[in-house]
T-cell receptor, first 113, second 111 residues
Framework: DTAVSQTPKYLVTQMGNDKSIKCEQN?????MYWYKQDSKKFLKIMFS???????INETVPNRFSPKSPDKAHLNLHINSLELGDSAVYFC????????????FGQGTRLTVV | KQEVTQIPAALSVPEGENLVLNCSFT??????LQWFRQDPGKGLTSLLL?????REQTSGRLNASLDKSSGRSTLYIAASQPGDSATYLC??????????FGKGITLSVRP
């Protein structure tokens, strides 16, 4: 009964490729997020969606495009992958912005070679 | 701009010790503060959530306190066990409704 699930768990790809990471939550939450954890383990928000609408876009290159087909899904598409995109990407969700506990997926380790 | 600091970056203690992990933040205009645990190569597990109007929350051997005015939170772990070894992350949910994380404290509990 996974609450927030991401696929794939590992992704190795060459520079210049386009890839997607999928995220689904079965908690009935309104808000979903993408976070990036860099090589120094520092977590930083990338995007936030509330009821399928973009709320936060935290100075992320426009090669990164989130897409929310419905409240339960927030996918991350990355164009023209660069070496510096290598990181662990976490999806998260919360019942309501600002007041509720956030639940995280297991992460997708992206390695660009 | 909100900044969250966790010091020290790493801590090693013998089993059974009670310990306190510290977290400080620069902007007191927060909705809540959340403590997470991250095991190597794994995702984040939420431990405790403290709303801005609350002073503390408890779950089992864990107790988290919040002093919003001074921009501080502590996570108290009682009777530490080797299974508590992990990285503990503090995150504040602020006016922009996004979690701002500290860099975490890597805890090692020696048997």
């Amino acid at each position: 009964d996974t609450a927030v699930s991401q696929t794939p768990k590992y992704l190795v790809t060459q520079m210049g490729n386009d890839k997607s990471i999928k995220c689904e939550q079965n908690l009935g939450h309104d808000t979903m997020y993408w976070y990036k954890q860099d090589s120094k383990k520092f977590l930083k928000i990338m995007f936030s969606y509330n009821n399928k609408e973009l709320i936060i876009n935290e100075t992320v290159p426009n090669r990164f495009s989130p897409k929310s087909p419905d409240k339960a899904h927030l996918n991350l598409h990355i164009n023209s992958l660069e070496l510096g995109d290598s990181a662990v990407y976490f999806c998260a969700s919360s019942r309501q912005q600002g007041v509720a506990e956030a639940f995280f997926g297991q992460g997708t380790r992206l390695t660009v070679v | 701009k909100q900044e969250v600091t966790q010091i020290p970056a790493a801590l090693s203690v013998p089993e059974g010790e009670n310990l306190v992990l510290n977290c400080s933040f620069t902007d007191s205009a927060i909705y809540n503060l959340q403590w997470f645990r991250q095991d190597p190569g794994k995702g984040l597990t939420s431990l405790l959530l403290i709303q801005s109007s609350q002073r503390e929350q408890t779950s089992g051997r864990l107790n988290a306190s919040l002093d919003k005015s001074s921009g501080r939170s502590t996570l108290y772990i009682a009777a530490s066990q080797p299974g508590d070894s992990a990285t503990y992350l503090c995150a504040v949910d602020g006016a922009n409704s996004k979690l701002t994380f500290g860099k975490g404290i890597t805890l090692s509990v020696r048997p």
